[in-house]
């Protein structure tokens, strides 16, 4: 008898050291079922990513995530070429696009639960999705909004049919009862130049829908809602010139009862660098015109509703990109970079990446100071769970550094595909392989 409470007492302890060890513990790479092959896995430091959130990344083509509640990595597709991660709201789904060519014009979008238990391709669309604009998730539920090639507007949760919600493509409200969508007005073929744009809302459930402004000889470019949903952003290219939009336009607000767009700033139109606080009520932007990267860029927080603006401080002959803001609002992390007039070959622009530096900042422009320990190159940084760390990219690896001075730490050793760095004009877009769930 005594030997069967101790040997109970034994094994009770057991359990507990493991349960209290964490990730400490846990080294586990579960595998999707139809994934058995564990060769060629990224090499990731699982304990270091503990209670920071999830990260979904993309490597040698599979999608793969670093979950630092469970403390474990797994893979979630069987296939290469898979592109643009996006979290549900709760966490608990991944969509994303997989291509069967290297041209990547055949996109399939599929839906995936993040322990990698189910997987559902989504059929009965018309047409393939191609890239992250045609997919977003309603920011209070599991359902996915898909505008496929734009060809109408439908909604779809994960493992069902989708829905054709209206023949137009547009964009739905986040509370999914309001449709935006942008329409071109009748003019002379003769004089293209001249054609007009209108912006329209309509009701979901039905209705006539209602013209709420009209670019004149312009084109209008949706660049998102209102958190609240009730008001939009666009940014208007006159004589619907590609040239002048990627020289960076006018980012304007609409509210949704109507009248004049309030101009918030000039921007290029680079999704990545606009980023909402977290209560929802200012949106962060880098400000600036050329499509360079490299010359005329700061940042400036913009009230959406009155149009004010504050423009934040900048050390002279310096660029500032890549901004975020922290989980409780009180900071912004950014890239600070020597500002140049002009780079005219490969060894200049890797010169001019490694003056990439990590800057912090309050959330009204005070007290900035550079994160040293993150040392140079710095790309694409973006706070986790806890508010004190900092992921980040930097020689194709993705890292992660304590802001209180602790040195940095490498999470994901460096890809097998590095993208071009030079990107377009300086700019790479990493939404396409990589995306942060930090609730």
Known sequence: MKRTIKTTVVFLLIITLLILGGCSKSKAVPVNPIQQDNSNLPQVNVDAFRGQGRLAFVWNGLLYVLDGDKCTLTKLSDASQVRWPKWSPDGQWLAYIRYSDNQMNDGKLLIVSTDGSKSHEVTGLPSPVNNSNGISWLPTSDVLVVTPEGQGLYMVRPGETPRKVNDNPGFLSPDGKTMAYVKTLPYDDKY?????????????EGGEPVQLYIAKEAGIHFAGWWPDHKGLLFRIAPHHSASIMSDGTGLY??????????????????PEWLSWSPDENELLAVKGTGREIWLNKSLVVCDVKTGKNIDLPQRPNTVSLDPDWSPNGKHIAYVEAVERKDIKNTEEFTA??????LWVVDADGKNARQINEAGTGISRPLWSRDGSHIIYLKDNSIWLV????????????????????????????????LALYRQ
């Open 192 to 204: 293209p130049e001249k054609r007009s744009d209108a912006l329209y809302k309509v009701p979901v």
């Open 253 to 270: 607000s609409l509210p949704l009862t109507g009248g004049e767009p309030r101009l918030l700033t000039t921007s290029i139109k680079h």
């Open 352 to 357: 001019w990446e490694q003056t990439r530096t």
């Open 402 to 433: 304590n802001i209180n001075g602790e040195s940095p730490v490498k999470l994901v050793r460096p890809f097998p595909d590095a993208p071009n760095s030079q990107g377009y004009y300086g700019y790479v877009s990493m939404s396409n392989i």
